[in-house]
C-alpha cells in the first residue's frame, strides 16, 4: 500500500491538474486509490474478585483497514467546486423522484419473480434477472484487496483522542505539494460524526494536515440496514404469541432462539429469519391467488402452452406487487418543505435555526413546535432518557391519550388486520432484501436512490444523525465534493471478501 500512496501523490495528481496528454490520463486511470474504514472495538475485563485495586474495566479501542478501489477514480478532476453551485442545488436531490419510485418497483418484481421461480413448482422453468445490471458489474465481482491498520488503543468518544486517531490515520493519506490528498474514511453514523467534532477542533490551525483534511468522514451502509431493521421489528415484531404469522409468533413456532427485536445484538441472524419470513409470505399470497395448498401443487386447468404459463406467472407476479407497494406520497411531501420553506423556523421555543442538536417530543400533537434545541431546554445529550421524551407532563398524558383513540377506533373501523400486517411485512421485508441486494452488487445508483427513499423513514424514526448525514452524502454527489470523491462515494461503497457475484460474499464497508 505505501507503494500505491507515493505512486499516487508523485504522478496522479499532477496528471489532473496540470497536464491534459491523453496518455497521462490513461496513466492516472490506472493509478491506484483507496479509501479507509474505521470502527471502535470495545473489550470488557471483568475482575475475578473485585476490589479498590481490581475492578471490572472497559477497553474502548478503534481498528481500521484500507481497500483498493475496485472502480478507478484516479482520472477524474480532484478540483473543490465552486461555493455558487450549492445554490442550484434543487429539493429533488433529497426527495425520491419518479424514476427512483420506477427502480424501486422494478427491483420489488425482480424480488418476487425470484422467489416464485426458486419456491412455487409450478414456475421452475421461468425466467428472471439473476443480477441487476450496472456499470461496474464486472468490477464489482473481483475481490477486495485490503490492508489492516491495526488496532489503536484510542477512545472515539473523547475528541483529544479522536484527534489522535485522525492524525494516525494521515499518514496513510497522500499529500500534494505538501498538501493532503482526501481520503473517504468511512464509518457508522456516531463514528462519523467524532470525526467531524475533531475537524471542528482543529478548524483554526494554520495548514490542512493540521486541520485534518486529509480524512473525509463518509457514512456506511450496514449501519443503516441495522437501524432500519430495528426500526422495522419495533413495528412489526409484536408480543403476542397467539397471533399467527407475526415474527413473534413464527419465531417461537421456528425456534430460532438468536431472533430478537433488539437487533443490534444479533444482526445476521435476525436478518436471515425475517428474508426467509418475506419469502414465506411472497409465496404464501402467490398460492392464494392461484387456490394452492401447497408450493408443490398444479392449480385446476393449469395451461400446458408455454406462452399461457409466463402469462400467468406475470399476472401472479403483479398480484404480489400490489400487495406489498405502498410507497408514501413523497409529492405531499415535496409539497410540505417548501411551505416550511415560505414560512419561519417552525420548531422549538425560539423559532430559530441556529444549528444546535435538538429533541423530539413523542406528542404527534405538540403544541409547542414538536423539536427543541438542547441549548434552549438548557440539557445536553446525558440528560435525556433512553426511551421516550415528552416536553411536559401534558404532552405525555396527551400522547397516551391519542395511543387509545387510535387504538379504539381500529377496533371499531372493521379493517382486515391481518391483511394489513401481511402488506406492511411485504412493503418492509421486500425493501430490506433489494437493499441488501443493492449493497451485495456493488450498485451504486441503487444504494443512493435508496437513501433518498430513507430519508423520510429517519425523519419520521427520530434518527437525526443518520437524517444529517444522508443529507450531507446526497449533496455531495449532488455537487458538494470533488467529482473524484463523487465517484468513490457512489461506487466503492463496498467490499467483496471472496470474489463472486454468485456467493453471498458481500460486506458493507
Not at 479509501?35 to 481500521?64: G, W
Not at 422467489?115 to 461496474?136: D, G, V
Not at 484487496?145 to 494516525?168: S, Y
Amino acid at each position: 500500500m505505501p507503494d500505491d500512496k507515493h505512486y499516487f501523490t508523485r504522478n496522479c495528481r499532477r496528471k489532473l491538474f496540470e497536464d491534459d496528454d491523453t496518455d497521462c490520463m490513461q496513466e492516472a486511470a490506472n493509478t491506484s486509490t483507496y479509501t479507509m474504514v474505521f470502527d471502535n472495538v470495545n473489550v470488557k475485563t471483568i475482575a475475578r474478585h473485585e476490589s479498590v485495586d481490581k475492578k471490572n474495566n472497559q477497553l474502548n479501542m478503534v481498528h481500521a483497514y484500507v481497500a483498493k478501489d475496485r472502480i478507478p477514480v484516479s482520472h477524474l478532476s480532484d478540483q473543490s467546486p465552486d461555493v455558487e453551485i450549492f445554490d442550484n442545488i434543487q429539493v429533488d436531490a433529497f426527495i425520491p423522484s419518479n424514476a427512483d419510485l420506477c427502480t424501486l418497483k422494478e427491483e420489488y418484481r425482480i424480488c418476487i419473480e425470484r422467489t416464485l421461480i426458486r419456491h412455487l413448482s409450478i414456475f421452475k422453468q421461468m425466467k428472471t434477472a439473476n443480477h441487476i445490471f450496472h456499470p461496474y458489474l464486472e468490477e464489482s465481482s473481483r475481490k477486495s484487496e485490503m490492508v489492516p491498520l491495526g488496532v489503536l488503543n484510542k477512545d472515539e468518544c473523547k475528541t483529544a483522542e479522536m484527534i489522535e486517531i485522525c492524525e494516525h490515520l494521515l499518514q496513510y493519506v497522500p499529500s500534494y505539494e505538501q498538501e493532503p490528498v482526501k481520503v473517504l474514511l468511512y464509518g457508522d453514523g456516531l463514528s462519523c460524526e467524532r470525526v467531524n467534532d475533531a475537524h471542528n477542533a482543529r478548524i483554526n490551525c494554520d495548514t490542512a494536515q493540521s486541520r485534518l483534511e486529509g480524512v473525509e468522514p463518509a457514512i456506511q451502509e450496514w449501519h443503516k440496514e441495522l437501524l432500519l431493521l430495528e426500526d422495522t421489528f419495533k413495528e412489526l415484531f409484536g408480543s403476542n404469541l397467539r397471533a399467527k404469522g407475526t415474527l413473534v409468533h413464527l419465531r417461537s413456532f421456528l425456534g430460532y432462539r438468536n431472533v430478537k427485536r433488539e437487533v443490534g445484538d444479533h444482526f445476521n441472524a435476525c436478518f436471515e429469519f425475517f428474508e426467509m419470513v418475506v419469502k414465506a409470505y411472497i409465496a404464501a399470497a402467490a398460492c392464494a391467488f392461484l387456490g394452492l395448498a401447497n408450493t408443490d401443487g398444479t392449480p385446476c386447468n393449469w395451461p400446458a402452452d408455454k406462452m399461457q404459463c409466463e402469462a400467468a406467472f406475470r399476472q401472479t407476479v403483479d398480484h404480489v406487487l400490489t400487495l406489498a407497494w405502498s410507497p408514501m406520497n413523497y409529492e405531499v411531501l415535496n409539497g410540505q418543505i417548501d411551505e416550511y420553506e415560505d414560512d419561519n423556523f417552525p420548531y422549538c421555543y425560539c423559532h430559530e435555526d441556529n444549528g444546535d442538536d435538538m429533541v423530539h417530543c413523542e406528542n404527534p400533537q405538540c403544541p409547542k413546535g414538536s423539536w427543541f434545541h438542547l441549548s434552549c431546554l438548557s440539557l445536553t445529550h446525558e440528560d435525556l432518557p433512553a426511551g421516550k421524551w415528552f416536553c411536559t407532563q401534558e404532552c405525555e398524558v396527551c400522547q397516551k391519550k391519542i395511543k387509545q383513540h387510535r387504538s379504539e377506533k381500529k377496533e371499531k373501523s372493521g379493517t382486515d388486520h391481518k391483511l394489513e400486517y401481511s402488506k406492511g411485512l411485504l412493503w418492509k421485508g421486500i425493501g430490506a432484501i433489494m437493499r441488501h441486494d443493492a449493497v451485495k452488487e456493488g450498485d451504486g445508483h441503487r444504494i443512493i436512490s435508496h437513501w433518498k427513499l430513507d430519508m423520510p423513514d429517519f425523519f419520521q424514526m427520530h434518527h437525526p444523525k443518520y437524517f444529517v448525514f444522508g443529507h450531507r452524502l446526497l449533496l455531495s454527489l449532488n455537487g458538494g465534493l470533488s467529482e473524484r470523491i463523487k465517484h468513490q462515494l457512489m461506487w466503492n461503497r463496498t467490499v467483496n471478501i471472496r470474489g463472486s457475484l454468485l456467493e453471498e460474499a458481500w460486506e458493507t464497508t
